[in-house]
């Protein structure tokens, strides 16, 4: 059991490039999603999905775009980048929403946009 | 607005107690979290509350007072490996987790 995996780890690209980020879940979870995390600020929501085709925005989804085609993937797509989206992503998932559920995390992707 | 409130960084000695608090205002309540993160991982999750109490997990217990907005998450017999950072998450009432920009808590020899 992999867990949630991510890839890739780290990246560096310049300002105005594409780039898409993968999450993979073998957990067979139902919800999934995308956290960025800044210094000095607490994880923000920026896409998440509640099921296979489904997905919705979060606190901070300027700039970018997610799919979900399949159950155990989750990607993150960045269309233009600026170097305000330099950050720490996290991909997430969960069985579901209620009470107890906990989320799981995937070991991250270190984005630097130049 | 949504805010969650914990100390930015925090040290205490190998083997003593620690405290860590936690406050929040929040839009409806339905459960408050702590995950452990050390630097450079993923965050783990630590414990959950939902009704005011204390809960006790071995040498980590959490405590909440729903009236007060407040938790505190209490480690014991601290260990070297238990240096990292601590999330404070509250879910709001669309199920969402709202988070903490979370503690760094510096164990000392």
């Known amino acids: 059991n992999a867990g949630v995996t991510q890839t890739p780890k780290f990246r560096v690209l310049k300002t105005g490039q594409s780039m898409t980020l993968l999450c993979a879940q073998d957990?067979?979870?139902?919800?999934m999603y995308w956290y960025r995390q800044d210094p000095g600020m607490g994880l923000r929501l920026i896409h998440y999905?509640?099921?296979?085709?489904?997905?919705a925005k979060g606190e901070v989804p300027d700039g970018y775009n997610v799919s979900r085609l399949k159950k155990q993937n989750f990607l993150l797509g960045l269309e233009s980048a600026a170097p305000s989206q330099t950050s720490v992503y996290f991909c997430?998932?969960?069985?579901?929403?209620?009470?107890?559920?906990?989320?799981?995390f995937g070991p991250g992707t270190r984005l630097l946009v130049l | 607005g949504q805010n969650i409130d914990q100390p930015t960084e925090m040290t205490a000695t190998e083997g003593a107690i620690v405290q860590i608090n936690c406050t929040y205002q929040?839009?409806?309540?339905?459960?408050l979290f702590w995950y452990q993160q050390h630097a450079g991982e993923a965050p783990t999750f630590l414990s959950y509350?939902?009704l005011d109490g204390l809960e006790e997990k071995g040498r980590f217990s959490s405590f909440l007072s729903r009236s007060k907005g407040y938790s505190y998450l209490l480690l014991k017999e601290l260990q070297m490996k238990d240096s990292a950072s601590y999330l404070c998450?509250?879910?709001?009432?669309?199920?969402?987790?709202?988070w903490g920009a979370g503690t760094k808590l510096i164990i000392k020899p």
């Open positions: 509350n939902v």
């Open positions: 929040t839009s409806g309540f339905n459960g």
């Open positions: 997430a998932s969960s069985s579901g929403q209620g009470h107890q559920e906990t989320q799981y």
């Open positions: 999905s509640v099921g296979e085709g489904t997905t």
């Open positions: 998450a509250v879910r709001d009432s669309d199920y969402q987790l709202i």
């Open positions: 957990m067979n979870h139902e919800y």
